[in-house]
């Protein structure tokens, strides 16, 4: 162990629960056909049918894009009607729609929803939690330094941690957890509760330079 000598060292901590700000939604839609790219958001039926469903609602042409096409065929060659997956990316920049969102995917009997990205101002949130436990450990210090009789010279050195429960947490434990966006009402079609909020905690480990007894 390293050896700090005429030091203390101060511990805090500080967490906080932060609000998604917006979600991307990534479906699969099963197509009967297969088409280029460029084609498939206009001329696929199935992705097609989505899209519009999803206008509906309010989403913007531009908020889905497509990831991918992953092609299905039994003859073992790639023809025009081979069978595709479009794997497609939904924006949903207005939160309080997204239970609508649901809905409308669930009822396409082509689309499947296989992922949900919640997406935060995670800098901002984090620069913020990370000032408040320095606050806090500034704080304990003095007081410290104060009881033991000694008075703090200066900040000898300091260890950040930064702990976020949602990067530890599986896909299938969100799908798991509350949707507090809204009030009770019936669940979305889609048949699972997910959540837009997750805890952010900061640790701080400080060693203060203090002057002698």
């Known amino acids: 162990m390293e050896h700090k000598p005429d030091t203390i060292k101060v511990s805090a901590s500080h967490k906080e629960e932060i609000f998604a700000t917006h979600a991307d939604l990534h ?16 001329k ?15 989403v913007k042409e531009e908020a889905v894009t497509l990831q991918g096409v992953n092609v299905s065929t039994s003859s073992g060659a790639v023809l025009k009607s081979s069978t595709a997956s479009y794997r497609l990316k939904i924006r949903c920049e207005d939160l309080a729609k997204f ?25 901002a949130a984090r620069e913020a939690l990370l000032l408040t436990t320095l606050e806090k450990a500034k704080s304990k210090a003095a007081k410290i330094a104060q009881a033991m009789g000694v008075k703090l010279l200066g900040v000898y050195d300091l260890m950040e941690n930064t702990y976020d429960e949602e990067l530890a947490m599986p896909f299938q434990a969100q799908a798991k957890a509350t949707f507090r966006s809204a009030p009770a009402e019936p669940e979305p079609s889609l048949g699972m509760d997910v959540q837009h909020s997750k805890t952010i905690h900061v640790n701080v480990d400080i060693w203060y330079r203090v002057s002698e007894f």
């Open 44 to 58: 696929a039926k199935e992705v097609n049918q989505l899209l519009e469903a999803l206008k509906q609602v309010g």
């Open 27 to 42: 479906v699969t839609v099963k197509g009967s056909s297969l088409l280029s790219s460029n084609e498939a958001m206009k």
């Open 99 to 123: 239970a609508e969102i649901l809905d409308v995917i669930s009822s396409q009997k082509n689309a499947t929803l296989t992922q949900t990205e919640w997406k935060y101002d995670e800098d």
